[in-house]
């Protein structure tokens, strides 16, 4: 329909001007700058990482104290992690993970996954740094 978006079950929301979308899903109405997912695969036995996870968890809090960690943990089942990063770039991203003991031993690889939240806990989340 013109000026307004189907949403499903929930209904149509309609807008005054119909090229654009309602106010509250504008990506400018957020904070600009995203944050990256970085999701990362255990290459190595459970064993094995668990054997690096403290060294982990240190780098992790290195990087809350730096204010570049939004949040971090484990997958359920453990076959991974997230660590939310507040950083401009996915090369910025990669930069910081290369320095995650799980990768410089071998025993995890992540993707990036540039994100902007709009809804929730972080919908109006402000870089700390």
Do not use: N
Not at 25 to 47: E, F, Q
Not at 77 to 97: F, K, N, S
Not at 100 to 124: E, I, Q, S
């Amino acid at each position: 329909m013109k000026g307004s978006f189907r949403l499903g079950h929930i209904g149509t929301i309609r807008t005054a001007d119909p090229a654009s979308p309602p106010e509250r899903c504008r990506s400018d109405a957020i904070y600009d700058g995203g944050v990256y997912l970085m999701i990362s695969t255990y290459l190595k036995p459970l064993a094995e990482v668990d054997a690096a996870r403290a060294d982990h968890l240190d780098f992790i809090a290195e990087l809350e104290r730096g204010g570049y960690a939004v949040t971090a943990g484990r997958i359920d089942p453990p076959t991974g992690g997230i660590i939310l990063l507040d950083v401009d770039t996915e090369a910025e991203a990669q930069e910081i993970i290369a320095r995650d003991p799980y990768v410089v031993r071998g025993l995890a690889a992540y993707t990036a996954t540039g994100w902007h939240p709009t809804r929730g806990a972080l919908a109006d989340y402000k870089r700390a740094r």
